[in-house]
């Protein structure tokens, strides 16, 4: 019985020194794995916890799995050292980055802020984090950024558009990754899609000027490739109800480099009257250029809507505040954003996605701008 209580008391003055030692010897044992390593790692964050470092591992993973004295040692161990776990090495043993990359033409212009937003937050909620990346509007900055992405192997990408460079779409599909398209739509998309019809949208817009008694109408669009669909979609439907120069093959249209911006409304407003002073009525690709037709307008001493009619694309939150409030065409932004998350999340977990194409339409927000 002697020999038990002697043991433990033993026992316990081994810890209790061990606990002294480590109190006493941080900054050599930090200066030390600094010089080795170049950075903490959880062996040093286990060594000033005073634990093993399968246990400072569970501490800060699964920290139920642990006591409250052992969590308070760890955590102690992580603030003095400064250690941040290798979220990408955690990843790899789990098959799980707990990342979802994003990709956007832009970040400059704010139409796709509302799905980058409720992508944020929809992810967050389950645990996920969100990596943005800027591709522009040319396939061979896209295919540079995927490669980057795909070899960081996150749990998903959510794709701005439909993936048209032939090698971006091979190394989606070799990844294995789960992928979804957005602000487009396809029936042959690489995995998933939500979106909606550029075509449509374009019609309906001529539709819906048309219905406002237009007789003579135009486009300041961008150069990219999505805004050409529906513009072509937008002249045809256009020339077919008779709002076009007779014997025109197209309605007239002012093309500006992606991303659009206040001043290409003010000089594409300029230059189409310039060339035709009969226009009435004028569909742009952003809100934002609408905004520049807008005041370039009432710089020339031109009425709105009462001479020229103005609609947007985006619906943006600045859009009701102007003067007159702007007609745009709504995207549901948070609902693009929503849905995609999703796919991924049950991707991820393994739950089945059955309506991988998901068409959520379009609106046009009529104000006084036409």
Not at 30 to 59: E, M
Not at 124 to 129: L, V, W
Request: a positive charge.
């Amino acid at each position: 019985m002697k020999n038990k209580q002697s043991k433990t008391t033993t026992a316990k003055l081994d810890t209790a020194t061990e606990e002294l030692e480590t109190d006493l010897l941080p900054a050599d044992t930090v200066r030390r794995s600094r010089r080795s390593s170049g950075g903490f790692t959880l062996r040093d964050v286990a060594k000033l916890a005073n634990v093993a470092p399968i246990t400072a591992s569970r501490a800060l993973n699964t920290p139920d799995a642990v006591s409250p004295a052992v969590r308070a040692r760890v955590r102690e161990a992580v603030e003095r050292t400064g250690y941040v776990p290798n979220l990408l090495a955690g990843g790899l043993a789990s098959k799980k980055s707990r990342l979802v990359a994003a990709v956007v033409p832009t970040i400059t212009g704010s139409v796709f802020l509302e799905m980058v937003q409720s992508l944020t937050k929809s992810l967050a909620d389950e645990g996920y984090q969100l990596m943005l990346g800027q591709a522009g509007y040319e396939n061979s900055r896209e295919d540079v950024l995927l490669e980057a992405i795909i070899g960081r192997r996150p749990d998903g990408v959510i794709l701005t558009g439909i993936m048209r460079s032939e090698l971006g779409r091979k190394r989606l599909l070799a990844s294995g990754i789960p992928v979804v398209e957005t602000w487009d739509l396809t029936p042959t998309p690489i995995d998933m899609l939500v979106g909606f019809s550029h075509e449509k949208i374009g019609e309906a817009v001529a539709k819906y000027l048309h219905s406002r008694g237009r007789q003579r109408v135009a486009t300041i669009s961008a150069n990219d490739e999505r805004a050409a669909r529906r513009n072509k979609a937008f002249s045809d439907a256009a020339l077919g109800m008779g709002m076009g120069r007779v014997g025109a093959t197209e309605v007239a249209t002012c093309i500006v480099k992606a991303p659009t911006t206040l001043g290409s409304g003010r000089s594409g407003l300029r230059s189409l009257l310039e060339n035709d002073p009969a226009i009435d009525a004028i569909f742009c690709s952003s809100d934002m250029m609408a905004l520049g037709v807008i005041i370039e307008a009432h710089a020339m001493g031109i009425a709105i809507p009462e001479q020229l009619a103005v609609i947007g694309l985006g619906d943006q939150k600045f859009s009701k505040d102007l003067d007159p409030p702007l007609t745009s065409v709504r995207i549901d932004g948070t609902t693009i954003g929503n849905l995609a998350a999703r796919f991924i999340i049950d991707r991820v977990n393994g739950i089945p996605v059955t309506d991988k194409v998901r068409d959520i339409g379009f609106s046009i927000v009529e104000r006084d701008s036409t």
